[in-house]
């Protein structure tokens, strides 16, 4: 494979940035700034050891916008992100699939995450997460913590109409967390992790409620919710509705993925606006809040400039890793067929041409400017799938935090290992707030 066409980028020339403050933008526990400064010199197709993995790193807007417009020139499969989900969630898992079995799955379940799917049930997702925040008031809690248990439980409630016990949510959202964030660690360590037998309950716990939730379904009442959308799902081409397997994946999807992306971008979000004019201004544009008033963001200018700049500054998910299943030309360099591709997409959110001050925590930009909307949830057919449902919960849960209660938070975000007896341990977001009911 002959990549002597492409520069090599030292990681000793970019700045370590171990700094907790989340405006001090990092991408890799480096400086923002000095990776411009790199791609600046290097131009947008380098090459660079990530993680232990020799890949081609490709960067910057036009970088993105080349790689997203040629799907079938990639492959996810054969990464280590494709061999996590192939090992944790089986071989057909969404997330490790290419070409034409990831385009069936994907048209198959994406229904149940579309905005009418969403918008279905959003006042009992809203007394849900209501009731959680009640139960709260006044007490130091880790509201990273608190936001993915009252999501999943606002999942289960609307998207699979199920009811489900305080263990047996516990149980949902601690494998979620073990999980995910288990893809943190190289494939070496993630088998020493999963092979724990606390972490191995989980997935059977889990796995055995998905299933449940399945043959319940198919052999009970129908529900008018996000599961009956996929249960027997055709496509116009023919293809092969979702079995039951899928279905149980499905499921999961519906009732706890992603809870952890909405909260990652919240925290940095509510620690970033805390004491500053944005929360007034805020408030008053939320008078009268309703729930069903949450159709769209046209009404809610400056809600929506506050998640658009996280969503630019804050992206849950840095690099995504693929290999090039063809040659393939990125702005001038050819990449030859099976090179692994470090996909830098957010790289492309701090770029000067395209957002004037990058690494300033702005949200004005988006009042008064026509810009580009980030890229914070990828591109292309492996967008994800779960950026419908953040780009509800985090506006509704904004609204329903601010309209009643002031919010302290001493120390901003931080991440810490999930399990500090056992190592090698993935890390979760901690931060702790106290929510304090306004006085009328």
Not at 117 to 133: E, M, N, V, Y
Not at 299 to 317: H, N, Q, S, Y
Request: charged residues 20%.
């Amino acid at each position: 494979m002959n990549l002597a066409h492409i520069p090599k980028l030292d990681l000793n020339l970019l700045e370590q940035n171990n700094n907790p403050e989340p405006t001090d933008f990092k991408i890799l526990g480096y400086s923002v700034n000095s990776w411009l400064k790199q791609v600046d010199r290097l131009g947008p197709v380098f090459q660079a050891n990530l993680d232990g993995n020799d890949s081609v790193v490709i960067a910057t807007a036009q970088a993105n916008a080349q790689a997203w417009k040629t799907p079938s020139g990639w492959a996810y499969r054969p990464t280590d992100a494709g061999t996590f989900f192939r090992n944790q969630m089986g071989n057909d898992h969404i997330s490790a699939l290419d070409g034409e079995p990831h385009r069936r799955l994907r048209k198959l379940v994406l229904p149940g995450f579309g905005a009418a799917a969403l918008q279905r049930d959003i006042k009992i997702a809203a007394d849900t997460i209501t009731s959680g925040f009640a139960d709260l008031a006044g007490q130091s809690t880790n509201i990273h913590e608190t936001l993915c248990r009252l999501y999943a439980q606002s999942f289960t409630k609307t998207q699979i109409k199920v009811d489900i016990s305080e263990a047996q949510l516990a149980v949902l959202n601690r494998f979620e967390e073990e999980f995910i964030n288990g893809l943190q660690l190289s494939l070496a360590d993630q088998a020493k992790w999963f092979q724990r037998d606390k972490y191995q309950q989980l997935r059977k716990e889990a796995f055995d409620y998905f299933n449940r939730v399945v043959l319940a379904r198919k052999s009970g009442e129908p529900k008018n919710d996000s599961l009956a959308i996929l249960l027997g799902r055709k496509l116009p081409d023919g293809s092969a509705p979702l079995m039951d397997h899928e279905l149980a994946q499905a499921v999961y999807f519906l009732s706890v993925a992603g809870v952890g992306n909405v909260a990652n971008l919240l925290c940095p979000l509510m620690w970033a606006i805390q004491g500053t004019e944005w929360i007034p201004r805020l408030q008053d544009e939320l008078k009268g809040f309703t729930p069903q008033k949450l159709t769209g963001m046209k009404d809610f200018p400056i809600m929506r400039a506050l998640i658009t700049e996280a969503e630019r500054c804050f992206a849950p998910t840095e690099i995504v890793p693929k290999r090039t299943a063809v040659d393939i030309e990125i702005l001038g360099k050819n990449i030859p067929a099976n090179t692994l591709v470090s996909h830098l997409h957010v790289m492309s959110h701090f770029e000067a041409a395209r957002y004037p001050d990058p690494l300033k925590f702005k949200p004005e930009r988006w009042l008064s400017e026509d810009l580009s909307k980030p890229n914070a949830f990828g591109g292309g057919k492996h967008m994800c799938l779960g950026m419908g449902v953040t780009r509800v919960y985090m506006p509704l849960t904004l609204a329903l935090i601010y309209t009643e209660y002031d919010v302290e938070i001493t120390e901003p975000p931080v991440s810490k290992s999930l399990e500090p007896d056992f190592e090698p341990a993935p890390r979760s977001t901690v931060m702790n707030t106290r929510l304090v009911r306004r006085q009328p």
